[in-house]
Structures are given as structure tokens and as C-alpha cells.
């Protein structure tokens, strides 16, 4: 059973900086791209960052490109986000993904095998 667990949302102020960690089980971690999609209050879920399987590809939503980092970590089948300088509107939940299929990170992810329950991060302004 495949299981992805975020953690590391919370309130931040505006400027700020927050890491989100995603900790995977059940799949074979090194065999999957991973990453991240964000669901603001009434709107449509939304791509945010993905990582190749290696790590060697990453692509990054334009609202997000320069600020937000993707890492992961093979050895402990964890996926990372750094985020800094938060903007109000960086403000969702933020969901975890996995996804053999790197090109699936798009979108609204509607190709996506695998999702975590999300962590809500809200930046105040």
C-alpha cells in the first residue's frame, strides 16, 4: 500500500521561508518522479514542482520559478520543497505526488498514480 506524508506546512508571514517534507512507503521511491501540486481556497488544483526519479530534471510552475526548490533524498525516500519568499498567494494546501511518468506533473495532475493528504501553508500578508 503506497503512502505519501507531508509534513512541514503551517503560517508564515509574508517573505518568509517554509520545507515541506513528503516521506514515501509502499512503492520503490528511486524507480518514481515526485512532486508537488497546490490547491488554493476555490480554485483548481495546480502544478508546483517535479523531480525526475535522479533528481538530474526538475521543472517549476512559472509562479513558483526562482523561489521554490525540489529536492529528494533516494537513501530516505523523501521528496523536499523549499519555499522561499512566500507570497499570500502561495497560500493552499499542498499535496505530494508519484508519478513513474515525469511528464504527468502538469496541469492538475490528472494523470497522477499517487497522492498524499496535503499540508495547508498560509502566509499572511
Known amino acids: 500500500q503506497v503512502q505519501l506524508v507531508e509534513s512541514g506546512g503551517g503560517l508564515v508571514q509574508a517573505g518568509g521561508s517554509l520545507r515541506l517534507s513528503c516521506a514515501a512507503s509502499?512503492?520503490?521511491?528511486?524507480?518514481?518522479?515526485m512532486g508537488w501540486f497546490r490547491q488554493a481556497p476555490g480554485k483548481e488544483r495546480e502544478f508546483v514542482a517535479a523531480?525526475?526519479?535522479?533528481?538530474?530534471?526538475?521543472s517549476y510552475a512559472d509562479s513558483v520559478k526562482g523561489r521554490f526548490t525540489i529536492s529528494r533524498d533516494n537513501a530516505k525516500n523523501t521528496v523536499y520543497l523549499q519555499m522561499n519568499s512566500l507570497k499570500p498567494e502561495d497560500t493552499a494546501v499542498y499535496y505530494c505526488?508519484?508519478?513513474?511518468?515525469?511528464?504527468?506533473?502538469?496541469?492538475?495532475?490528472?494523470?497522477?498514480?499517487?497522492w498524499g493528504k496535503g499540508t495547508l501553508v498560509t502566509v499572511s500578508s
Open positions: 505526488a508519484a508519478d513513474r511518468t515525469y511528464n504527468d506533473y502538469s496541469g492538475s495532475g490528472v494523470g497522477i498514480n499517487y
Open positions: 523531480s525526475s526519479w535522479s533528481g538530474s530534471m526538475t
Open positions: 509502499g512503492l520503490t521511491f528511486s524507480t518514481y518522479a
